[in-house]
């Protein structure tokens, strides 16, 4: 009799040990699986969502003075940009909750639109040099620079920032569809975008 008890005790004592062990892995499954996920969301990073082409003709000038500025040497340029601007979402300024009990993600707060980057193609025309104010590869550096300026102060009118607010929606399809890709859910339900802000390129 105090064999069979002692078998019986045995065996509670080995199937609550393995129960337990069983909850850890599983806690431990859920805890890495929301890890993951989440660094796979950041992962992504830039999303693009629309895209807009510019053409723009920018006049270039620079003069410089010698002799007590009464000589003055001027170079010019008649510069034809051709641009493509790319707005979207830095998905690395995401915030995100992992309820790891109900394998659920939270979506916290979304990024605002922002220029992502700006492709610059430039043509010079009616480039002519001064006297002693000849362009130089600097110049054309500098010119580069400002083409992209020029661009992206013409952004905030071209519409493309109203346009990438109304793809937000998309953007947030898409996440929850990296987040299902393992069963677990994504909650947006308190997800908004605010009236957009223009956000400039980073230099």
């Not at 969502?49 to 270039?60: K, L, R, S």
């Amino acid at each position: 009799m105090d064999a069979i008890l002692g078998i019986l005790i045995g065996a509670l004592l080995g199937w609550g040990l393995l129960a337990y062990y069983q909850a850890i892995k599983q806690k431990q499954l859920v805890d890495s699986q929301s890890t993951i996920l989440l660094d796979k969301i950041r992962t992504v990073c830039k999303l693009i969502t629309v895209e807009g082409d510019f053409a723009e003709i920018y006049h270039y000038q620079d003069v410089k003075q010698r002799l007590l500025k009464m000589v003055s040497s001027r170079k010019k340029a008649l510069v034809v940009i051709n641009a493509k601007a790319h707005v979207g979402f830095d998905l690395s300024k995401i915030k995100l909750r992992a309820d790891n009990s109900k394998k659920k993600i939270v979506l916290e707060a979304f990024p605002q639109p922002e220029v992502l980057s700006i492709e610059t193609n430039l043509n010079y025309y009616d480039k002519s040099d001064g006297l002693f104010n000849k362009f130089d590869a600097s110049d054309l550096t500098g010119l580069q620079k400002e083409a992209k300026l020029h661009i992206q102060e013409k952004i905030p009118e071209s519409g493309l920032i109203e346009a990438a607010q109304k793809e937000a929606l998309e953007a947030v399809l898409l996440i929850e569809t990296i987040v299902e890709t393992i069963g677990w859910k994504l909650d947006y339900s308190d997800f908004k975008i605010e009236e957009h802000k223009t956000v400039t390129l980073k230099k």
